[in-house]
DNA sequence: GTCTATAGTGGGATAGAC
DNA sequence: GTCTATCCCACTATAGAC
């Protein structure tokens, strides 16, 4: 008897990966701890992901259409691009302050794999380079300088790093300098 | 052949790890590879760093000192906190133009290791919390908030994964910062 | 005695066969 | 879904060179 495929088989495997690589890092997360998470058998796994690089690459566009997913509802309730940078970092604040956070997952996986080319190091540098885009247009858009957007990029970039209790001093902040540059 | 009875061995194997764990990353860096960036037997790895964990601790803890000793002398040129604060991102700005510049050792760490309470994590988070103090205490000994402390503490740990040419702001930035301040 | 070289252990990794 | 192949891991132990 044939089985017809769970429908949202893929899904439950790229959950419980992302789960896993996100809490303890790629690296030290192996595909038979991916296979009992999903409870799914192993070539099913494989059949969905033939490889680690995949399932890890897929885990991080996953994570970025998430995270943009929330980010575009932030966003859409102002058209003025200070505002809407105000939106964008106070979105990074409250997922640094949320439990589990855990760094960002683009970072971390340079970090794990530095120098690596492969697809999800291709993923996670188009991200940043992508948001780090983004911050400019919002910046410049908002009348502000290149080197504004360059401090507010180190700024963004430090709250990822930062203790979550710093979270609301780098909103205040970032929008104290981009109102009065505006 | 017998080489002269251990000139440096420690320090020879020490320093080959502290390479390879610093460009790879602890976790991607096997024994044997260190074995033979030494230029050891095993069996004298093992003599000296009777554990990976032992060893990845003593190259943080290299790390730190190192470190340690070049701030020390950067920051020797003057008693004033506020150029000494400036002294100090100088050379985090420095170290992270550096050719081969691969991030913070002990930020990098505890990305590799997440919710590791091992000695090497200890090492790195001690670190941290002694910098971070530092940081504020430069700051209030130039005569500035505890919010400056924050918000500067914010700029350097986004000097750390940020792009090398945005080392140059950051300094100009504290500068401006802590001298419109103090 | 101090070191190198090498063989080996148990475990876990990715991956694939059936 | 189970079972296996192959490899690499940290780590141990043995045997021999200087």
Same mark, same amino acid.
């Given at each position: ?5 769970a429908?949202g088989t893929?899904d ?5 990966a ?5 809490e303890?890092g790629?690296r ?5 701890q991916?296979?009992e998470?999903a409870?799914?058998?192993k ?8 490889s680690? #690089?995949?399932? =890890?690459? /897929? @885990? +991080?566009t996953? *994570?970025r259409r998430?995270?943009? $997913?929330? &980010? %575009?509802e !932030?966003?859409r ?5 200070a ?9 990074v ?8 956070y855990?760094?960002?997952?683009f ?13 999800? #190091?291709?993923? =996670?540098? /188009? @991200? +940043?380079?992508? *948001?780090?885009?983004?911050?400019n $247009?919002? &910046? %410049?858009? !908002?009348?502000?300088?290149?080197l504004l ?6 700024v963004?970039n430090?709250?990822y790093s930062a203790?979550?209790a ?6 205040d902040w970032i ?5 009065g540059d505006?």
């Open positions: 008897m044939a089985r017809t495929p429908p893929r439950t495997i790229l959950t419980a992302a789960g896993l690589f996100y303890h790629v030290a997360v192996g595909m038979a991916v296979v998470a409870g799914c058998g070539n099913l796994l494989y059949k969905h992901f033939p680690k #690089a995949e399932l =890890a690459a /897929a @885990y +991080l996953l *994570s998430e995270w943009e $997913r929330s &980010v %575009t !932030a966003l309730w102002s058209a003025d691009p505002e809407r940078l105000i939106s964008l970092v106070t979105e604040a409250e997922s640094v302050q949320r439990p589990g855990r760094g960002c997952p970072r971390n996986y340079l970090t794990e794999f530095p120098g690596e080319t492969d697809e999800p #190091a291709r993923v =996670a540098e /188009a @991200y +940043l380079a992508d *948001s780090r885009a983004q911050v $247009r919002l &910046v %410049t858009g !908002a009348g502000g300088s290149g957007a360059d401090r507010i990029w180190l963004v430090g709250l203790e979550p710093q979270a609301q001093v780098a909103v929008t104290e300098l981009v109102r505006a």
